[in-house]
């Protein structure tokens, strides 16, 4: 399954400076766990150090939230991505 | 009834198709209750006093410090050192005279939380760590009242507004907390996301308009790009699960 993952600007830095990849995977975890494998240094700001995703990374699938089982979460051809980082500031 | 000073003040509003005198009137009764007189609450309370709320409470337990000024608009270089509260319900006094400010310096926590709230009709989160917003989302649910959220970081923001029992909650759509401490952040970004945060609660009093209810709207001032998620309720939400839907 070829999906598209937008990375937010902290994460694009570390993918040398591409907002935009292609990655296959039939779960959000294994396209995550792709781009990982792809960018070594994106590992510890993708996912938790017991694998599960990261607290402050927000997935979005087609625009829609899929918290709280993002990883599991199954995704088809042509499927988008969206990664967004939690802020807490006022 | 409005008076006729009133009618003058609000007069540009109240042309507003769909907002009109009885807007105007509903804004004269309500009891707005902000969490914070930082960034967002700087802003929020500036607009929501012009726009002529009845009553605004603000708490905040933190002093001004030269480093809050380049983003806490309600607070200037006389202010360094004193309550934020105290400056905030000054400024605001001189913005407008007829809104009643209730200023309370204290710090927000499990035990007072329900006590600060009150009667409030609303809660505007204008905080600057998760634990709070999530004591802040918790006692708006207990309450069933609404409650607007927003967040900022450097040049980016986030709004989303929260209905009890027909909207998704903060715990729907975060876990967790989030390592806290001094963020960066240029003063235009709580600008931005205060206004969109002041909007949805005058819509929300007034009663137009379509809420931020059910969508997460992130804010790139980088890009200056705006995207909507959709959120939705989770039935096991530790804060809201088991309130009925009311959608």
Redesign the interface.
């Known amino acids: 399954m070829s999906v598209r993952i937008k990375l937010h600007?902290s994460l694009a830095k570390i993918a040398d400076g591409r907002a935009v990849l292609e990655v296959n995977g039939d779960t959000v975890g294994q396209c995550l766990e792709q781009l990982a494998a792809r960018f070594p240094n994106l590992k510890k700001k993708l996912f938790e150090k017991n694998g599960a995703l990261s607290?402050?990374l927000?997935i979005?699938v087609n625009?829609?939230?899929i918290?709280?089982d993002e990883l599991a979460t199954a995704v088809k051809d042509g499927d988008e991505l969206?990664t967004?980082?939690?802020?807490?500031?006022? | 009834m409005l008076s006729q000073e009133e009618l003058e003040r609000y007069s540009r509003q109240i042309l507003i198709n769909g907002f009109g005198e009885e807007g105007q009137a509903r804004l004269k009764k309500a009891k707005v209750f902000i969490a914070?007189a930082?960034?967002?609450?700087s802003i929020t309370a500036t607009y929501l006093a012009a726009a002529g709320v009845r009553v605004i409470r603000v708490v905040d337990h933190d002093t001004v410090e030269l480093s809050n000024l380049n983003r806490q608009i309600l607070h200037r270089d006389e202010d360094i050192g004193k309550n934020k509260v105290d400056s905030a319900a000054k400024r605001l006094k001189d913005i407008n005279p007829e809104v009643k400010i209730e200023a309370i310096a204290e710090k927000i926590t499990e035990a007072n939380i329900s006590k600060l709230v009150a009667d409030s009709d609303l809660i505007v989160?204008?905080?600057?760590?998760?634990p709070t917003?999530y004591l802040l989302n918790k006692t708006a649910i207990e309450k069933k009242i609404p409650f607007f959220h927003?967040?900022?970081?450097g040049f980016?923001?986030?709004a989303m507004t929260i209905i009890p029992g027909q909207t998704?909650c903060l715990r729907?759509?975060?876990?967790?907390?989030?390592?806290?401490g001094s963020?960066p952040?240029v003063g235009v970004t709580?600008g931005v996301i205060g206004c969109i945060q002041a909007t949805e609660v005058i819509k929300y009093i007034v009663g137009t308009g379509q809420l931020l209810g059910n969508r997460?709207l992130?804010y790139d001032g980088?890009n200056m790009k705006f995207?909507?998620?959709?959120?939705?309720r989770?039935p096991n939400c530790q804060h809201c699960g088991a309130l009925k839907d009311k959608s």
């Open positions: 600007r607290r402050i927000e979005y625009g829609e939230s918290y709280p969206d967004v980082m939690r802020i807490s500031g006022g | 914070g930082g960034g967002l609450g989160d204008a905080m600057d760590n998760l917003r927003g967040a900022v970081n980016e923001g986030r998704a729907c759509v975060y876990r967790g907390a989030v390592v806290e963020f952040v709580p997460l992130v980088l995207t909507q998620f959709k959120v939705k989770d």
